[in-house]
Structures are given as structure tokens and as C-alpha cells.
């Protein structure tokens, strides 16, 4: 069994990507006045605010340090997105790549398709024959066909033996029994004994 602090330090040793989404990334800066902390984007406004602050105090030299910190993330910013927008051209460009692949291979497809219909209509066709006008159609109503006037060699096949029809059961009509005599005066039947 392993021991708790073996796997902390593994779960520490994750390959995780560096630089991440910068423009989401939160950053803690540590400037002049303490420690900023936010997105790149809230850093530069905060250190942009604390610099018009340091003019409306004319602290010069305050100024320009927290606005030297603001450039560095206005850079780190700038640089994600470009980033950020050469992937998303790299992708669009992938993309129409990919949709002219597929129209190529839809025209070539559909090309294809269109030769094969023309060789189809090429090729000759099947005489027809019309029994209207010879006045003797053939009882199975099938097509003649070259093969079915070569000569088959003849197979002796059994004839089945035909049965005689059966005749539909008739029913017997229920017989009275013998010893109970109709009842003419209505009473019940006297039960034998």
C-alpha cells in the first residue's frame, strides 16, 4: 500500500500545458503598492488607476513604475491574442482545406456517376418483344431468354401424387337417451333410480 505523501508528490508532477489561456489566466503581480491580483486585462486597469492616482499626487516616479507594470501585462495580453488568432486562422485555413477536399471528392464522385449513366445509355438494350400484335403469349408470362432455349438436360422429377379432396366432417345429431321418455305434461324428469 502506498503511502499518502507518494501520491501528493506524484499528483504535484503533472504534465500541465504552461502557458494556458493567458487572457483567462488569473496572475498574481507584485508591485510598488502590494500585490495585484486578477486577470491580465484587471491588472492593467488597476495599475493604469494607480498611476492617474500617483499624477494626481505628482508622484512621478510612482507613475511611471505602475504604468511600466501595466505595459508588461498590456504585452503578455497582446501576445496571447495573437496567438489566439493565428490559431483560430490556422484553423479557418484547415477547414476551407477540408471543404474543398470534400467538394473535390463530391465532383469526382458525381463525375463518375455521370460517365457510368452514359455508358449505361451507350450499351445496347434488350430487344422487346410485343405479344399484342403476334396474338400468342406465352402461359407463364415470363421472357424468353437464350438460356432458357438451350436444351436443359431433361430431370426425371417424382409427380406428386395427388389426394382425394376430404370431405368436411358432418356432425351426428345428440341421440335422447333410452330410458328418458319425453315429457309431455311439463313436470321435471324423474331422475332412474
Known sequence: MRSS??????????NRPSGGNVVNRVFDSSGPEG???GTPQQIIDKYNQLA????????????????????????????????????????ER?????????DRERAERQEREAARQADLAESPQPDVMDFASEGSAPESGLVETPESQ???PAVDVPE????????????????????????????????AE
Not at 54 to 81: K, M, T
Not at 94 to 102: C, G, L, M, T
Open 5 to 14: 505523501k507518494s501520491r501528493s508528490r506524484a499528483k504535484n508532477n503533472r
Open 35 to 37: 500585490k495585484v491580483r
Open 160 to 191: 406428386k401424387k395427388e389426394k382425394p379432396a376430404r370431405r368436411p366432417r358432418t356432425r351426428k345429431p345428440k341421440a335422447a337417451p333410452a330410458d328418458e321418455a319425453p315429457n309431455t305434461d311439463g313436470d321435471a324428469p324423474e331422475a
Open 52 to 91: 492617474r492616482d500617483a499624477q494626481l499626487s505628482n508622484d512621478r516616479v510612482a507613475a511611471e513604475n505602475f504604468q511600466q507594470h501595466a505595459e508588461h501585462y498590456l504585452r503578455l495580453l497582446s501576445e496571447a491574442q495573437r496567438e489566439i488568432e493565428a490559431r483560430r486562422e490556422e484553423q
Open 150 to 152: 438451350t436444351a436443359a
Open 94 to 102: 484547415q477547414n476551407r482545406e477540408r471543404q474543398a477536399e470534400r
